[in-house]
């Protein structure tokens, strides 16, 4: 494999387009090679980068409490530990992934064989995000590097920290005419989804999805679009409320709410309402302390103008709602405490727009269906919790309503299993990501038949004359 030293792209270089192109036009010639089609090549790659990440864990630490403010146990938790998980288990399931798949052959075909044959796509491009962007860079590089392909990683800039750190570490781990770093603005990646790529992968908000959907169509290029949505959270009236209040407090207030599957809003079952507010209040407190801004478990908005937006929405809310607990914010800092608010209009900008952050309005139900028509009345969310003790309520939820992904008793925590395929539907997303699915999502899965030259019926040649009456039967 040709060693080179990763060069960094100026975003304000006139030339970056060219730039882009000749990384590409490398990529494309290492990929013709058929190196990466090796398991053993691909084994070595994915082991290389597990001793990388492990080596540099300070480092991501470090860089995640400059961009986040993440504390290392949530950093490891949400960031190191996944993608440390995501290698290791491609590293075990590899062969029984890239396995061809027999298929069986009906009788009139016959003799004959076909299989479904893995094959890497070719050069692909990651656009990562700025809420966990060290893991929402290398979860999806994992899947690719396994499915034989190589990548170009574009990584926020609004985290620059850790876009600097994975740069630094993807040129440390790869030759550049593999697998390549480039950092940049939005001017960045308009010159790269320029480019022909065998496939996109992006994470973000559904309004830069579509620009990136749009830009793939010039070319054809598939995309995998991981977006968001409001993502409710339904509490019955047969919920265990002390464990609710726990796990909903911790959906919502890791990584500060800036997470594209926490709760959004609360539906709640208007006879446990008050008991339920009282433990969340309570929880808040158990979590952080009297005064959430000065625990070390508790992060920081990304940047001024994600900061701005969210204070706006708080005060709207704060000015048009009933306040349970929270309310109080640092600009300087960029501390936000969390804030959960009831009898929100549903015209207020909190209960219209994604929140993506630690804003948590309450909206009340006294029947279950009212809560799954209130659910089906907006579009498709990435994920739907229902805290219920009920089995009938937890199917009637699973089977009449639809979203990328549904827990019972539960957030946020089916992200981290390899073995569940990740993603959203309608605006919420499209395509998949995690284990087997990611490694699905950056393979085409070609058909293969073989026949042999043994037996040549001549049913199917002309003329046909009298044959359709025998072929309707056969067929």
Not at 118 to 126: K, Q
């Amino acid at each position: 494999m040709t060693s080179k030293s990763n060069r960094p792209l100026d975003v304000f270089d006139p030339q970056i387009q060219t730039q882009v192109q000749d990384s590409l036009q490398r990529q494309r010639a290492f990929f013709a090679t058929g190196e990466t089609r090796s398991l053993p090549f691909r084994r070595t790659q994915l082991q290389h980068l597990k001793e990388n990440i492990t080596a540099a864990t300070e480092d991501i630490y470090a860089a995640l409490a400059a961009d986040l403010g993440k504390c290392k146990t949530e950093a490891y938790l949400s960031e190191v530990a996944l993608a440390l998980g995501d290698i290791d288990d491609a590293l075990k399931h590899l062969s029984s992934w890239s396995k061809p798949q027999r298929v069986g052959i009906p009788l009139p075909f016959q003799p004959a064989k076909g299989k479904v044959v893995p094959e890497p796509l070719g050069v692909v491009l990651i656009i990562s995000p700025w809420n966990y962007p060290f893991h929402l860079a290398i979860g999806p590089l994992v899947s690719a590097i396994a499915a034989g392909n190589c990548a170009i990683v574009k990584p926020s800039e609004i985290a620059p920290y850790t876009s600097k750190l994975l740069y630094q570490l993807i040129g440390r781990t790869f030759a550049d005419d593999y697998v390549m770093a480039i950092e940049g603005d939005a001017e960045t990646a308009k010159a790269l989804l320029a480019e022909p790529f065998d496939h996109i992968f992006f994470t973000g908000s559904s309004t830069v999805g579509k620009l990136v959907m749009r830009a793939a169509a010039e070319h054809l290029t598939p995309v995998t679009l991981e977006l968001g949505g409001k993502s409710p959270c339904v509490v019955s009236a047969s919920a265990n409320l002390e464990v609710a209040a726990r796990r909903i407090i911790w959906g919502k207030t890791f990584n500060a709410g800036q997470t594209c599957v926490a709760p959004d809003y609360l539906l709640v079952h208007r006879s446990i309402k008050a008991p339920l507010m009282a433990a969340i209040a309570q929880t808040i407190q158990a979590f952080f302390g009297e005064d959430m801004v000065k625990s070390p478990d508790y992060g920081r908005i990304v940047s001024d103008r994600h900061f701005q937006r969210l204070q706006s929405i708080m005060e709207e809310a704060l000015s048009s709602g009933k306040k349970i607990v929270g309310g109080r914010c640092d600009a300087e800092t960029r501390y936000m405490e969390l804030t959960v608010v009831d009898d929100m209009p549903m015209t207020a900008t909190v209960m219209q727009e994604e929140i993506f952050g630690p804003i948590l309005p309450v909206v009340s139900f006294d029947e279950i269906s009212e809560a799954i028509a209130f659910i089906n009345q907006r579009p498709k969310p990435l994920a739907i919790y229902l805290f219920s003790t009920n089995r009938k309520e937890q199917k009637v939820v699973q089977t009449q309503t639809s979203s990328g992904g549904l827990c019972f008793n539960e957030t946020i925590t089916q992200y981290a299993i390899p073995g569940l395929p990740f993603g959203g539907v309608g605006t919420s997303g499209m395509g998949k990501a995690h284990g087997k699915a990611g490694f699905e999502t950056f393979s085409h899965r070609k058909t293969v038949m073989g026949k042999s030259n043994w037996l040549d019926l001549p049913l199917r040649y002309p003329p046909y004359k009298n044959k359709l009456g025998f072929l309707e039967k056969l067929l």
